[in-house]
Structures are given as C-alpha cells and as structure tokens.
C-alpha cells in the first residue's frame, strides 16, 4: 500500500543521502570502518563506480558522498553468497515465484550451474563441464540463430573479448542495453555532428552560464552530476529543467557535503524553472524555443545568431528557418504542452547566456521521435555556435558506468568496416560475417519467431529490461540454449532455455588475480574519459571468474577465432588492451599507447572531433536537421480511436533501484513507501475517471497489434504531471511496453511515450 501522499518538502542529498548510505553498507553486512578505507583506496588506481556513467574528478575520492554509487558498490561488495546449496534441484518455476528483490538479495553467484530440460532443475557444475555444454551447444547451431547481448557494466577489455568471440564464431548479433537506451543519441548526434558521443567534459560544468536539463532525472540517477549542477548554481549559471515532473532534485537538493545545509536539513532549488512539458512534447518546445530566437534575431539583426560559426561551420541553416517559419505557433502550445511564454522564455534565457550546455538521458531518448528531438538540441546549441568552445555542448549523459566502453570496443550489432578489417588484419586468419547484425530489437522479434535459438548475456537482465517482457521470458524458454555471465541472480536467469547456464563472475570492486599478476581493467564515462580500475575486496569466492577469463575460456571452448590467443589474454589483460590499441587504428582515435598512458596516468580522454569543431560528416560540417511533427505516433494513433481515454504513459526510475535491480519498494524523493505499484495521474485525469488518490486502478496498453497488455490493482496517486500524461515505475510496469513499436531510426522502445487507459480495478475474487 503507498502511504505517503505528499510531495514531501525534505531535499534531494543531504541527511537522507547519508542515512541511506548507511544502511546500504550496513544492510549487506560490511562493516562501516572498512568502507572508509575501500572508498580511501579508490583515491589512486582504485574501481570505477559500477553505478552511472556520469564523469568523475581526477584525484578525488571515488563517488564522494554519491548515495547511488555507494548503493551500487553496497550491493555488489556483499558478504552474502548464493552457493551450489541454492540451486541444487530448483526448478525455473520455484526461482520464478521469488520476487525480484529477493532473487538479487540473496547475493552474489559462487558457482556455475546448468539447468536441463530433460531434469528440470538447475545443479551445480564445474568450469569445464559448463564451457563443454556452451561448445557443444553453440556448434550445433547456425550461427547466426544466436545472439550476444552486453549490458553496460562490464570494462572495455570484457566487452572487447566479447565481441571477437561474438564474431569469431560467426554471429554478427550484438545487441546491447544501448539499444535500450541512448542508441537514438549516438544515431542523432552521429548525422548532426559527426560523432555518436557527448562533447562535454566536467570543465564545461565549470564554465557554463546555463544549463538546460532535459529529460533527466539527476538527483536519483545521476548524483554526481547533481553535485556539477549545485556548483555551477553557486557561481551564478542558470539552470533550467525541462520535464513533465518537478523532479526533487531541482526543486530541493542539499550537497551532503555542506554542513550548514545538512546541520539545518533545508536544500536550495538548483533549477531556476522547471518547464512541465508533456510527455513528448519536447521536439515541439525545442522548435517553439528556435522559433522564438529566429523572431528576436529578425527585430534585432545579428543579436541572436552566431552567423559566422554557422556560416563557416553548418549546413542546413536555411532548411531550418524555412521549418520553423512553417511552424504555428498554436500547434507547437498544444503539442509541447507548454505555453507560448514559456519556450520565449526559455529563449530569452538561451539568448542571453553567452555558454550553454544541454544535458538530456531517457526523457528524450525512449520516444518514436527521440532522433529528431535530439537533433533539434543541437540545432539549438549550432545556432548560438554553442558545441566547441568552452562551457558549450550536447552532453547524453550515459546511462551503465561502461556503456559507452562496450561501444568503442565494438561490442554493438553495427561497426564499421574498418574496424573489422582490423580485427582480421590483427588476428591473421579470421574471416568476419559483414553481415548486419541484429540489435535488441531484432532479437526480440527473432525471439518471438523463433529465428533466434539462443541468447548469450555478459551482464544484464534482458528478459526484464526488454519490452513486451513476460513475451520475451517466455521465449526464452523456448530458446535451445542460453546462457548469462553474472554477478547475481534475477528473473531472466530463472527462464532457461531447454539448456541453460548461469555463469559466475568478479565485479568491479573484486580483485583480480590472474595467472600474470593482480589485473586491471578499463572503462570509459560519459565525457570520454577512460580510466583504469581495480579491485578492492577480495573474492567472495574461488569459483568466480573474471569476465574477461569466462569470455576468453567460453571462446577458446567453442574454437572461435583460434589464431586469437584466448589463453594469453585471460592471463594478462594489458595484452588484449595491446589488440584493443591495433583494431581502434583509424576507427577511434585516442588509443595510442594504450597500455602505457593507463599505467602511467591512471586515466586518459579519448579525443572528440566534434568539441574541436571538426565535423565528421559526409562533407565536413556540423548539419541543422529539420524535421516534421510527426502525426503517426502510437499516442496520437491511440487518441483518435479512444480520444481522452488515451493517456500518455512514461516508465521510469525510483530513487531506490538500479535499473532492474530495485533495493526497495521506497522512493524518498516521490514520497512513495512500501509499494512501487502505484501510477501518478493528474487530478483533473482522476477526478475524469470518477477516480480518487489511492484508488486502486487497471492500466492497459493501447497499441492496437494483437496483444494485450495489462497491468491490475495499481493505486493511483494524484500528481504534478501534465494532463494527459501518467507515469508508473519500471520494470512493474513494463509488461505494458509493447515491442511492435520503436522510436524512428533507432529502434528504442517506446519505454516513455505508451498510449493507455487507465480504469478502476475490477475487483476480482482471489486465487
Ligand atoms: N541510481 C541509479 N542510477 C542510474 C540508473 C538507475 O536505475 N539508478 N540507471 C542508469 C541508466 S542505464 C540510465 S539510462 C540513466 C537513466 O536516467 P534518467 O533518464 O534520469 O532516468 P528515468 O527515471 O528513466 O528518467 C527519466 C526522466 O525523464 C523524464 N521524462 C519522461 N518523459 C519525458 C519527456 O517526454 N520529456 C522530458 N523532457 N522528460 C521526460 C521523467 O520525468 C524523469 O525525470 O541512469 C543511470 N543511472
Ligand atoms: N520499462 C522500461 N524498461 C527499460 C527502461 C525504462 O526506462 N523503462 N530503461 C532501459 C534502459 S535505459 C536500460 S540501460 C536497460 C537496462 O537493461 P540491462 O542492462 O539488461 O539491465 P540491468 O538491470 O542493468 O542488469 C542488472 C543485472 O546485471 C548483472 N550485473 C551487474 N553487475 C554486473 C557485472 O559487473 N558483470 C556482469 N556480468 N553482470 C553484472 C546482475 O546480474 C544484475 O541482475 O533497461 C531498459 N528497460
Ligand atoms: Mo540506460
């Protein structure tokens, strides 16, 4: 049951930070005096934070005060261990009745297991016997029928080895938790301006007079940008959040580093305004913002515009203009969802600030117009020559700690041909599939058809991360083979295929020994930044294995690639960096010395064309993109046939998780306790429904494909959020996101933009 019915007026950080830092440590049986010293070693050569990907301060202690990161690092540090004596005899059935929370809670994986059809029941195996079974398996399938899927956590060096098994067996199937998420950035971004990554740094935190936050939610997801934002407010910039929600943060945020505002437990607003646009409603603000700029530009001449950087660096200007002039105003208010006054006011703002900065995450990217949205944040930014100066740029901020590692490293459905030229050039013999491969999307629809007959995971939770969830778990089931490389247990371990493993791996915060010394590993953050990491705590235990040993050792098993020399790199991971340094020749630059600079520096920044102003596109400039409304969403679909029935749906984080990993069922900062299944609605929605707060409702989706899609007994909160639009958590309400839908050229579910109704629960008898 949601207790708590308030907004709640305690900040974002601050006491509560601390508090929950504590029991985070102390929930997983690590004693307080012995984090002191693990966060202490992290100052020189220690672990990157397995939480976000948001940049850290060379030469400061890792996470600082961040309560996420500490979260991530509690959680994974864990003193608990699930070992043979779990699984011995369990079936995928009883695994599936524990709750999401419990199978994670249990601890960390000790042990290789494989569950068989034909027994019914996960047991316990050894190393060799596993990588048999993945051999035998894999050799008798096409390769092609198999997917390798990566999420975002594992280091460049894991998802390297990753890839050239992948290959090197013959699947060009690399789908990867990007797909999920800021694939629509990389695609925007990669036409605009060259380069599929942000062009920030934190010294352009530092620099900026304004910042515009757009569809992010930083307090809980990314704290550590929080405490950037929290700065900058101190020395004067401007920070403007544009979202349906008045998240906590940008109303109320306290640095758990202040004392004064710790001791007297008040915050400061961080954001000067908070623009509540609808849900998607961003591409409309974004051109309603240029509109309003072009209009000041033509009564004051040269006052807005910066017409030699567009001049001498962009083309498209004058496409743009034309489109912006096409616009009405009138259309822009009703599908921004914000009024006339507000996007002038966002561009007197944007106008007057002489550096800006534009940071964004899923509240842009998980929409059917996500590229065109984003690419109308850089039209913004190319207007005022805001990308390439100091303070300026487009910053996605990234979501997994190496998810923008995984990429560089190739470990992605689409790479280009240079960088597999150089894989075979580099290991002499191997003849790659030029094939394109499927992303996420792909394999859910080959999982549906039965194309696709086995899915191998380093990391992740793809059966719960994945739209049309229960349909994808259920698949999985039917798949010949899966197998997922893990730190802990959750609910897409617990639907095998009709043979399934469950391999255990080291983390972040483990230390590493290999046969050629204690290891390092490398990832690379949001800013380009790659850093070496290192482990802190001894394993929990003998059994687990490194990602890069179980990559290594799975590839050497089914003899993909074999003039690859697995045995050496799940030895010594400098040489697989030594590879890493050959295949990136020319494909991404910045890995020169590799090895050398990582020792020596502990950190180096791989170069960004695009904040030097080179512009790696077909004919060397940056490229304004004009792009239509679009009349064909799902949403739009859904409101002609059920007119205001349809509501808006977006999924999204609570304070308390880590994607599908949720620690609690609280979120302090929404006021939530005890109970994630709730959905926020505007009054007006509720009073509409003949519905009151706490109201226990039904949600359906309304895409009209065939399937139904339901989720019951929900409580309904009355909420700050546009009319029209509703919002419920992920993964609860993820059963609700249907996959026959993606954003336009990228493939990104709709996780943020589903039409639904929202109706009283029927009351139904129990059992
Ligand atoms: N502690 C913690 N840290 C994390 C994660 C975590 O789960 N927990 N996850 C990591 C990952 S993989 C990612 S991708 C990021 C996610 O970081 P976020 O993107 O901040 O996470 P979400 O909760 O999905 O948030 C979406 C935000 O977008 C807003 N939004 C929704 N729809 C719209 C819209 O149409 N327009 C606008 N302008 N805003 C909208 C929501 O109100 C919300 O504030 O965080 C990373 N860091
Ligand atoms: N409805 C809805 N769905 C969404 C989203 C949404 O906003 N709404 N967001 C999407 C986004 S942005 C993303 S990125 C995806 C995330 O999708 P995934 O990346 O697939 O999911 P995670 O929850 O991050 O994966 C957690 C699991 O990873 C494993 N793990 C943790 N650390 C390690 C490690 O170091 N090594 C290995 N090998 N395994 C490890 C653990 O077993 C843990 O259970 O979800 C997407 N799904
Ligand atoms: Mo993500």
């Not at 849900?279 to 603000?285: E, R, V, Y």
């Not at 549906?448 to 999985?476: E, H, I, T, W």
Request: proline residues 5%; neutral net charge; aromatic residues 8%.
């Amino acid at each position: 049951m949601a207790r708590k019915r308030t907004q709640g007026t305690s900040p974002a950080g601050g006491r509560g930070a601390l508090r929950a830092t504590v029991r985070a440590w102390s929930r997983q049986g690590i004693a307080l005096k012995l984090v002191g010293s693990f966060l202490h070693a992290n100052k020189v050569g220690g672990f990157d934070c397995p939480g976000c990907a948001f940049p850290d301060k060379a030469g400061h202690p890792l996470v600082d005060s961040c309560e996420q990161g500490q979260k991530a690092i509690a959680w994974e540090m864990t003193r608990k261990a699930v070992g043979a004596d779990f699984f011995d005899g369990r079936t995928p059935a009883q695994l599936q009745a524990m709750g999401d929370f419990d199978l994670e809670f249990q601890g960390r994986l000790t042990t290789p297991v494989l569950y068989e059809a034909s027994v019914g029941a996960y047991r316990a195996i050894g190393w060799d016997e596993a990588y048999a079974i993945a051999a035998r398996e894999l050799r008798a399938l096409p390769p092609t029928s198999v997917a390798f899927y990566a999420s975002g956590r594992s280091s460049n060096e894991a998802a390297f080895l990753w890839q050239l098994a992948a290959r090197g067996y013959g699947s060009p199937n690399l789908p990867d938790s990007s797909n999920f998420c800021h694939e629509p950035s990389h695609y925007a971004l990669k036409q605009s301006i060259g380069v599929g990554k942000g062009t920030c740094t934190l010294d352009d935190f530092e620099r900026a007079e304004l910042f515009l936050v757009v569809g992010q939610n930083p307090a809980s997801n990314h704290p550590r940008m929080m405490a950037a934002l929290y700065e900058a407010k101190q020395r004067g910039a401007t920070i403007l959040a544009i979202n349906p929600l008045r998240e906590r943060g940008f109303t109320h945020f306290s640095d758990p580093k202040n004392l004064g505002e710790l001791a007297s437990g008040r915050g400061i607003a961080v954001a000067d305004a908070i623009y509540q646009v609808a849900i998607g409603g961003d591409f409309a603000a974004l051109k309603g913002v240029m509109k309003a700029l072009l209009e000041m530009e033509r009564a004051a001449p040269r006052s807005v515009f910066d017409h030699d950087f567009i001049a001498q660096h962009t083309e498209g200007f004058d496409a743009l203009i034309a489109d912006l002039d096409a616009c009405d105003w009138e259309v822009l208010v009703d599908r921004s969802g914000l009024q006339e006054a507000q996007m002038r006011e966002i561009a007197a703002h944007y106008a007057r600030a002489k550096a800006t900065m534009i940071t964004w995450c899923m509240g842009l990217t998980h929409h059917p117009d996500a590229v065109a949205t984003i690419q109308q944040v850089v039209n913004l930014l190319l207007l005022r020559g805001n990308i390439g100066r100091p303070g300026t740029g487009a910053m996605p901020v990234r979501g997994h700690s190496n998810v923008q590692g995984d990429r560089t490293m190739g470990a992605t459905s689409q790479v280009s041909d240079k960088y597999l030229d150089n894989i075979e050039a580099t290991f002499p013999g191997l003849a790659l599939c030029r094939d394109a491969g499927r992303d996420a999307a792909a394999v859910v629809d080959g999982l549906f058809d039965g194309s696709v007959r086995a899915l191998l995971s380093l990391g992740g939770n793809f059966g719960v991360a994945a739209p049309d969830s229960p349909r994808v778990l259920a698949a999985l089931e039917r798949c010949r083979f899966t197998l997922h490389v893990a730190t802990k247990l959750n609910r897409t371990h617990c639907h095998p295929g009709e043979i399934g493993l469950l391999l255990p791996t080291l983390g972040r915060t483990d230390r590493d020994l290999r046969p050629g010394g204690e290891q390092c590993i490398s990832t690379e953050d949001s800013s380009s930044t790659v850093r070496a990491s290192r482990g802190v705590q001894a394993p929990i235990s003998e059994l687990q294995r490194s990602e890069p040993a179980i990559v290594a050792e799975l590839a050497q098993a089914i003899g993909a690639a074999p003039s690859v020399p697995w045995g050496e790199f799940a030895d010594d991971y400098a040489s697989i960096r030594d590879r890493i340094e050959r295949c990136q020749r020319g494909v991404n630059v910045g890995f020169d010395g590799f090895n050398e600079r990582l020792m020596r520096d502990g950190r180096f920044m791989l170069p960004n064309a695009a904040a030097h102003r080179q512009w790696n596109t077909a004919n060397g400039k940056a490229r304004f993109m004009a792009h239509a409304l679009r009349e064909d969403t799902p949403v739009r679909l859904a409101r002609r046939t059920h007119g205001d029935a349809a509501l808006t749906l977006m999924t999204m984080r609570a304070h308390d998780q880590f994607n599908t990993t949720v620690y609690s069922s609280d979120d302090r900062y929404r006021g939530v306790e005890g109970d994630r299944r709730v959905v926020f609605l505007n009054a007006d929605d509720l009073a509409r429904r003949g519905l009151r707060d706490g109201d226990r409702v039904d949600i359906e989706c309304l895409v009209d494909d065939g399937h139904v899609r339901r989720v019951e007994a929900f409580t309904a909160r009355a909420w700050d959020i546009p009319p029209g639009c509703c919002a419920a958590y992920y993964p609860e309400a993820s059963s609700l996101i249907a996959s026959s839908v993606y954003a336009a050229g990228a493939h990104t579910p709709l996780y943020k933009e589903m039409p639904v109704k929202v109706t009283r629960a029927v009351a139904r008898t129990p059992g």
